[in-house]
Each structure stands twice: as structure tokens, then as C-alpha cells.
């Protein structure tokens, strides 16, 4: 697997030749805010690996997986999201065409906020 695939989208905001609403970026991981958002909160989850889906994720990726998980619900509480149970966040990672996935390089959907969503 290659470590950044030059003309993936992601890996180009990873790599800051795109900009983005960034949220987080350390060693591993960059999140921004989604282009176009479903919900009062939502933004991505980036490995900065170009790993194309979760179909490709193996155990070597355990610790990057335990990474984005461990992260996820502390950047949730930054960005808005209100506390569970009341509160809360949505986690979606689309894997595949029929997993609704349009962009190739591995991310997580963080979503929430107040409800009614535009979508979910
Ligand atoms: P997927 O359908 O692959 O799970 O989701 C891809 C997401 O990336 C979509 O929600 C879409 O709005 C978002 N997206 C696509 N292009 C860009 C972009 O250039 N910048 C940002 N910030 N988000 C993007
Ligand atoms: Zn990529």
C-alpha cells in the first residue's frame, strides 16, 4: 500500500496542497470540517496514510485504528457535540460503491449537533 497516492484528494489535503477547516492534525492523523456538511457538527478523520477503505484495514493497523477512536470522541466534545447521553455523535466510515464511499482514501464521518440533519 502506498504511503500517499498522488492523486488522491485526501492525501493532497493531507499534505496541505488543498486547503482545508482543519480541526486536528498530529503524526498520523489530520481531521477538517466536510465541504459539505450534513449536520451542525461534522467533519472527517483522515489517516495520512492513503489507505483506500476500511476494506483494506489489517492488523497493522491496530494502532492507528485505536488512534482515530481513542481521538474521535474528544475532538466530538471539542467542536461542539454536547455530552452523551443527551448529546452525542454519529461515527460513519462508507466503505466501497455500495457502502456509499465516493472518496478513496480512508476517513471517518463525525457528525452532530442539534437535531433535525440535513441528512441521517
Ligand atoms: P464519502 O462519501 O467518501 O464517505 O465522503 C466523502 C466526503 O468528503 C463527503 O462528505 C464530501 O462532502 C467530502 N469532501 C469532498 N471533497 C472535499 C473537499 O475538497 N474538502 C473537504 N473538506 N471535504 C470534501
Ligand atoms: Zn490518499
Redesign the pocket.
Known amino acids: 500500500m502506498t504511503v500517499s497516492d498522488p492523486n488522491c ?2 492525501c493532497k ?1 493531507v499534505a496541505g496542497q ?1 486547503p ?2 482543519t480541526v486536528h492534525e498530529d503524526d498520523h492523523v489530520r481531521a ?7 449536520a451542525p457538527v ?1 467533519f ?1 478523520v483522515v489517516p495520512k496514510l492513503h489507505i483506500p477503505s476500511m476494506a483494506h484495514v489489517g492488523p497493522e493497523h491496530a494502532a492507528l485504528m485505536g488512534h482515530v477512536m481513542t481521538l474521535i470522541p474528544r475532538l466530538a466534545a471539542e467542536q461542539g457535540c454536547r455530552p452523551y447521553p443527551e448529546g452525542g455523535f454519529r461515527i ?3 466503505t466501497g460503491a455500495e457502502g ?5 482514501h480512508l ?1 471517518f ?1 463525525v457528525m452532530g449537533g442539534p437535531r433535525p440533519w440535513l441528512r441521517g
Open positions: 484528494l485526501f489535503i488543498i482545508s477547516k477538517f470540517h466536510d465541504i459539505n456538511p450534513w461534522h472527517l460513519v466510515a462508507n456509499g464511499q465516493e472518496i478513496h476517513h464521518h
